[in-house]
């Protein structure tokens, strides 16, 4: 299971060559996965980039920490109440056995790490150059399983790799370097979108190793299922960030501490959940922002999970995909971002590539498939 939030989840669930929902289910699916995470990409967008107050003191939230520990919080519930409904005995064990804690503990750090650097990014480049990036977790997820575990993978992979990582850079490189006041995105030039990149490079290898741990976790203990993933990572999460939060204002005022890890000096005996509550007291119409965002990821996650036990795993590769390229021309339209010719042909290497993917790993189950169904024949 990758990024629960995001939307693209990976589970050990059953393989199901045939879909067994109706079409009324498909549609539901479907449509539940593209409302629930378009609003949650439009409202990430608007939350991260709208200045609120007068024009003479304008204010962003800035608040990542609290918003992903209301995100997570509201998941870990939403979750357990799923997986109670869902199964008709007793619910199994969020945590099975002592040994799980270590990884899916590693799990929670590595994801609880990963948003804020996602987050300050966005203060150096637009929100399209961020959801480009962020499609392409298939990158630090090979390289990490090539150079930690060794693994091997066929060559369409690394070409893949190569078509998103082309798409990046071009997209990056035709970056018009300025524009227009508004709500929308990045300052700046090259060395500030520079800057934004690598702040998304080091999100990305934590959503890597989150990636790369959450596999390994669905290879050693089965059978630990995706919806006992989903309520594990998201209540391990909250309890990390809720932790910061309170620990933050002691933080902040111990041995340079708060110095060194970039904390407001001036608001610092605040804590970030201080500062962001007063935030929410000045401009209340953030605080439904907020509550919707992490309602819309939520509930997000359900539709997946639903998704995967009616239909195949490769439906939800497809939706996925799509799902992000509607992100990106919403973002278009809603905040009046401007993209060049070459920057719409970064975009199509990238989906072009992720597409391709999705195309031959089809072909690939398909044939594997065939190949399961004769071998039993021959069994017979």
């Known amino acids: 299971m990758d990024k629960l939030a995001n939307g693209h989840v990976k589970t050990e669930s059953p393989a199901a060559s045939v879909s067994q929902g109706s079409f009324t289910e498909l549609v539901i699916c479907v449509g539940g996965i593209y409302m629930s995470f378009l609003s949650w990409a439009f409202l990430q967008e608007r939350i991260t980039t709208t200045k609120y107050g007068p024009p003479s003191a304008p204010e962003k939230f800035t608040f990542s920490i609290f918003l992903n520990t209301v ?9 357990y109440i799923y997986l109670r409904s869902t199964t008709s005995r007793t619910p199994p064990p969020i945590f099975p056995n002592r040994a799980i804690l270590a990884p899916l503990g590693l799990v929670a750090v590595t994801s609880a790490l990963a948003s804020p650097f996602g987050y300050a990014a966005l203060g150096h480049v637009d929100y399209i150059t961020f959801v480009l990036a ?39 490189l035709h970056q018009p370097t300025s524009k227009k006041g508004g709500r929308g995105g990045a300052g700046g030039g090259g060395g500030s979108s520079l800057w934004g990149l690598s702040l998304l490079g080091i999100n990305l290898l934590f ?5 790369s741990t959450q596999d390994y976790i669905f290879g050693t203990f089965q059978p630990f299922t995706g919806q006992q993933m989903m309520v594990a990572q998201n209540v391990l999460s909250t309890a990390l960030t809720a932790a910061w939060l309170l620990l933050s204002p002691y933080l902040g005022q111990t041995m340079g501490l708060g110095a060194w890890l970039g904390m407001d000096l001036a608001a610092a005996g605040q ?16 605080g439904w922002d907020v509550l919707g965002f992490a309602a819309c990821g939520a509930f997000g996650q359900l539709f997946i999970f639903y998704t ?7 439906l939800l590769v497809t939706v ?28 199509a290497l990238v989906f072009g590539g992720i597409g391709a993917e999705g195309v031959i790993q089809r072909r690939e189950k398909a044939a594997k498939d065939k190949a399961r169904i004769e071998a039993r ?4």
């Open 134 to 172: 962020k499609s392409c977790k298939l990158l630090p997820v090979l390289a990490l399983h090539v150079t930690l575990f060794r693994r091997r993978y066929p060559l369409y992979k690394y070409a893949v790799v190569a078509a998103v990582t082309a798409g990046v850079a071009v997209f990056t």
């Open 207 to 211: 959503d890597g190793l989150t990636n």
């Open 377 to 380: 024949k021959k069994a017979l």
């Open 320 to 347: 996925t995909v799509t799902r992000k390229m509607m992100t990106m021309i919403l973002s278009v339209v809603s905040f009046g971002h401007r993209l060049s010719g070459m920057q719409w042909l970064g975009v």
């Open 271 to 286: 804590g970030e959940f201080g500062q962001a509550w007063a935030f929410l007291q000045r401009h209340p119409a953030v």
């Open 71 to 79: 995100q997570s919080s509201l998941a870990a519930l939403a979750g």
């Open 308 to 314: 995967l036990s009616r239909f195949s795993s490769l």
